[in-house]
């Protein structure tokens, strides 16, 4: 987690068991090293995606980052809302970022971030306060993920190191050198 | 594709079809929508992937953008070197991107962006110019693609449209406005 002062949380919605579950656990590894604070599966569980990142946490470490799955994906949002905090969904069809980033980075309120698998009902649309395009082409919410948390922690999320890790990795020219936390 | 005067390639290794073939569309949809000008899919066919990639032409352009499957990604590589091209491996185990995006930027060399599936063998890290970390932590090849493209391209990515779309989007608070092209 990057400390903003603010909880950062990512909720994936309309996720399939079997079908959606390698780029599901794209998304949580990607919530969890661009420096958000929780990830939440919505209206379903996936052990397969919850042994990924219990695997990742293990041996990278996670710091106080949660995961949370099967709760309701629109009481979740409405919750959210009822506690005074923002929702941000991120869509082909929303604004572009450019032009909403610097509103949402002013504003001092929890950020909850949806990312849809399949077609986003469009109850989500009309719940979120920010409709945000990551560009106007059709690509990956995985992409779309890491290049709105980049743009809201400014790239200090490529440096994050997690407290509890085991172990580390030595920046290294042509090789792979992993370093055991003493 | 953005005009940098040089050619940037996505080259995918170690895809497994069936298992793979969600992240990999990702990361090649990944690579269309963030002004790469090709996409490479090592040693192996797969036609869900270029089948979503067809599909996304079709509807929303490609330019140029080319497809290209079946080939040996080691032969690839090494033909890509002998053209005179550059090479960067995007792996967490390598230099930070932060540390090598200037040297990179400021070349004037055809890039080729290598991005693996499963384990990456040895040979790609001797192989490229630069291994590159988007940050060290494991997260998503399609992450990392979409932060170095990014990072590459400075933004301007995500402004992209494709001469040959026949809808483009128009920007909306709340709802979905797809417009045809006369």
Redesign the interface.
Known sequence: MIDRGIKVCVLRIGHRPE??K??TT??A??A???GASCFVLGDVEDRSVSESLRK?CER?GCGGFEYVSGVSSVEFVNKWKSLGGSVVHLT????????VINTIKSSSKDLLVIVGASKVPRIF??L?DF?V????????E??????FL?RLFE?R??????SDAKY??E????????VRVE
Do not use: C
């Open positions: 079908r959606d390698r780029v794209h998304v590894l990607t969890r090293a661009f990742v990278w082909m069809y929303g604004l572009h970022l450019d032009d649309y009309e979120a409709n395009a990551i560009g106007h082409q059709p690509h990956s995985v992409a779309a993920l890491a290049i980049d790239g999320e490529l440096h994050l190191i997690f580390y990795i920046p290294s020219v042509k090789g792979k050198k992993v």
